[in-house]
């Protein structure tokens, strides 16, 4: 299984400190660069990629070490930088290696390594071996893909929270233009994050366990998989288990909004009004993967777009760490306008407490505020530190719909405001245009889904 090697450092690793760490291996050893210089490889003599040390990022956000690995790591005070190696799974002395890479750069520059373990500053000597070849860099594809076939990339990864770093992003880009899968495979410990579960999407992609019994299961579905023909598939004959129900809640806000493109438009506006109204604070961090590093603010973010634009920018954003919240934001130019698609879960420990009475008064304040589209309510069953552990879960309950003024317009008020559902639509908004908020009952004899795809199928109806 790969290594990942992750130094917290509270002084920016320098030429000179990376230098004296990548020559944790010897003066012999290579060095290469990718991702237009983002990321250094440690190669062997004979060219082997042996360790992957990506560009430090400079973390401002409260929490991020302990999110991702773990409440034991002991990160330097903020703002601090962070450093990611990751040792090739094909050659035995790169983990090693990669440990030392780490520990010589704290040894200059303080701080931490994580995994603590893996902290050396000893020589590592590397065997040349010219048998060994490096199929993972062709078609466009990194070092750090671990098994590359006709169909599918596999990435092993052996970390307690593997989250949507920029070294997976990038993979996951690749492999789809490449017409591939993405499969990332690790133990039964490992849980992923929101992003990165999101990012997967499904099929063809996978999350793939090792099960300690033997063989391989789905970690979202949990049915059994077998390798076969360079790709993992479903194993024949297999029922996926029964999902436990989890005591703690996930309450989940998917909307869109969609603004006019002028000078004066901010973005992420609509993303903090919303994390405001449900938690009374504002996001404390954002990124384009993560680590989230950067302090909240819609300024930059939108400084970010607008460089970017016409293609579309993905962003995520971190909530405080005693009150759990993830949000994904992707903005976009459509023929209506600047189009910001937003999925925004909150964690709570029971389901008392979950704020569903301030749900109407957000919709209303995203109708009249930020000209909401469209927005679907759910809550589910899960963790409530928003990370996903192997198995199926119970799916999500659907909690309310809200249609923006000028969908309510191009379906007829009329028609809109009379849905085949047990109770009519609340009006928000201005009264000669208004906006629709639908409620889901939810009782033995009711079907909140049901209800869902009525509503939708008359929505689309004449």
């Not at 893909?145 to 996951?172: N, Y």
């Not at 049915?223 to 194993?235: C, P, Q």
């Not at 930059?300 to 995520?316: G, I």
């Not at 999925?343 to 000209?371: C, F, K, M, N, Q």
Request: net charge negative.
């Amino acid at each position: 299984m790969a290594q990942d090697v992750i130094v917290l450092t509270p002084k920016i690793p320098d030429a000179r400190s990376l230098l004296v760490g990548l020559f944790a291996g010897g003066p012999e050893l290579r060095l290469t660069e990718d991702h237009g210089g983002g990321v250094v490889q440690l190669c062997s003599p004979d060219g082997v990629p042996l360790v992957t040390v990506e560009a430090p990022l400079l973390v401002h956000t409260p929490g991020e070490a302990e999110r991702l690995l773990g409440p034991e790591v002991s990160a330097p005070p903020l703002p601090y930088w962070w450093t990611e190696t990751r040792a090739s799974s094909a050659v035995p002395e790169a983990t090693p290696l990669a440990g030392s890479v780490g520990g010589r750069l704290t040894t200059l520059l303080g701080g931490t390594v994580w995994p603590p373990q893996t902290a050396t500053t000893r020589t590592v000597e590397i065997p040349g071996d010219r048998d060994r070849t490096d199929t993972a860099r062709h078609d466009g594809f990194a070092a750090t893909v671990d098994v590359l076939t006709e169909s599918t990339a596999v990435v092993l990864s052996d970390r307690p929270v593997l989250p949507l770093t920029t070294r997976l992003a990038d993979t996951l880009r690749t492999a789809t233009a490449a017409n591939r899968a993405l499969h990332l495979v690790t133990p039964p410990h490992t849980r992923l994050t929101l992003p990165l579960r999101r990012a997967l999407g499904g099929s063809p992609n996978r999350w793939v366990v090792q099960d300690p019994q033997g063989g391989y299961y789905d970690g979202s579905s949990g049915i059994r998989l077998a390798w076969r023909d360079g790709t993992f598939t479903a194993a024949t004959d297999t029922e996926p288990p029964v999902p436990a129900v989890a005591p703690e809640r996930r309450l989940t806000l998917t909307f869109r909004t969609v603004q006019v493109p002028d000078a004066d438009l901010t973005l992420g506006l609509g993303l903090e009004a919303a994390w405001r109204r449900l938690t009374g604070a504002p996001p404390v961090g954002w990124s384009t993967a993560e680590p989230v590093n950067l302090p909240w603010s819609p300024a930059q973010l939108t400084d970010l777009a607008r460089t970017r634009a016409p293609a579309p920018t993905h962003v995520v954003a971190i909530g405080r760490p005693d009150r759990p919240g993830i949000a994904t934001l992707r903005v976009s130019r459509t023929t209506a306008g600047v189009a910001q698609d937003v999925t925004l879960s909150l964690g709570y420990a029971s389901p008392t407490d979950v704020p569903i009475d301030v749900i109407e008064s957000l919709a209303e304040l995203l109708v009249t505020e930020h000209r909401l589209t469209t927005m679907l309510t759910t809550l589910q069953a899960g963790r409530s530190d928003l990370t996903f552990a192997p198995g199926p879960e119970v799916p999500p309950v659907p909690l309310s719909f809200t249609l923006g003024a000028r969908d309510v317009h191009c379906v007829g008020l009329a028609h809109a405001g009379h849905p085949p559902l047990p109770t009519p639509p609340r009006r928000l908004g201005r009264p000669s245009a208004p906006a629709l908020h639908y409620l889901f009952a939810d009782s033995p004899d009711t079907d909140p889904w049901a209800q869902l795809r009525r509503l939708t199928a008359h929505l689309k109806s004449p």
